[in-house]
């Protein structure tokens, strides 16, 4: 980590933190070590108004339907952390998602046992008495707060590094760093978000289908077959302005069977079968379907799975 401005000061300057696109991450260091300890209340004047801006980025959420509100699988966390010695970080984080209480975690040794040897029973004991317990799948000590609004986020600020200082033992001859990480569980990807039928054509012969010209068919058909497997490909929902694009793709087969097929076997099917619509035509076919939807866009890989539930749902009743 390198400081956040080259001042000849021990303690460094940070500016006020903007709200960038996720995933974000920055790294910046609080205090640089000393020779000689700090007293406490020197650590929390120098440190306070900075982590308090910065848990404001970690912690508040704009209420749901507002113009910046976040998106689903959107996280952030925040992590102050020292170092006893040179290999060995201890730390006090917190872990933010929207809707959900906040979970404050201490470091206790248990997934990086040299920390263990700074986290003596004494300091356990500290951490139970401020309602922390073992948790979590770093068995670290945590607890979760409720933060209805921003007047909470100093006195959560002055609660970390209260911890750092008077439960973990930090008193300034180490440098204490801070990252912030604002991130999300989803990755951008390209997509379909409409198809020709030469596009779609593509699709299925990189699948392992044999397309099966036919002159008279209009443009939103594809006849195909998948071995024993015969369907059709209707596309629908034409886009507007993209010309030979389509929303919608239905897949198709008409299933042969010994004896008549009837709606109660049909029915039986949709209750025992994913990825496929049984249903019975005007002649007494059985049809298996399966509708995939291209409006807001689908990956490749998406659609490819869409296809191939469908034919695996087929092949379970000999279609």
């Known amino acids: 980590m390198t400081p956040a401005n080259d001042i000849p000061s021990p303690v460094l300057a940070v500016s006020e933190p903007a709200t960038p696109d996720r995933p974000h991450s920055r790294s910046l260091v609080l205090l640089t070590g000393l020779a000689e300890a700090r007293p406490y209340g020197e650590i929390l004047d120098a440190c306070l108004p900075v982590v308090a801006r910065h848990l404001q980025s970690v912690c508040l959420w704009s209420p749901k339907g507002e113009s910046e509100a976040w998106g689903m699988g959107e996280f952030s966390y925040f992590i102050l952390e020292f170092r006893p010695d040179e290999q060995t970080p201890v730390y006090v984080q917190v872990w933010s998602e929207a809707d959900e209480a906040l979970i404050v975690e201490v470091s206790s040794g248990q997934a990086n046992p040299p920390a263990g040897l700074y986290i003596t029973e004494a300091r356990c004991g500290m951490l139970r008495n401020l309602g922390f317990e073992l948790g979590g799948n770093a068995s670290n000590f945590r607890k979760r707060v409720q933060l209805p609004s921003s007047n909470e986020v100093q006195p959560l600020a002055r609660e970390m590094l209260s911890i750092l200082c008077n439960v973990l033992g930090y008193d300034g001859r180490s ?9 999300t569980l989803l990755k951008p990807a390209p997509v379909f978000k409409s198809l020709s039928a030469a596009q779609l054509k593509k699709i299925l012969r990189g699948l392992g289908f044999v397309i099966q010209p036919n002159d008279e068919a209009p443009p939103y058909l594809v006849y195909c077959r998948y071995g024993d497997l ?14 030979g694009g389509f929303e919608l793709l239905l897949l198709r087969s008409f299933v042969m069977r010994d004896g008549p097929t009837t709606f109660e076997y049909a029915n039986e099917l949709n209750r025992t079968l994913n990825f496929v619509t049984a249903s019975v035509d005007v002649d007494g076919d059985l049809i298996l379907s399966r509708e995939v939807v291209l409006r807001g866009g689908r990956t490749a890989r998406s659609l490819a799975t869409e296809i191939r539930n469908w034919v695996s749902a087929c092949g379970e009743i000999g279609g």
Do not use: D, V
């Open 175 to 183: 440098e204490l760093a801070a990252q912030l990480h604002l991130g």
């Open 230 to 243: 015969r369907a059709i490909c209707h596309l629908s929902a034409e886009t507007n302005g993209t010309s």
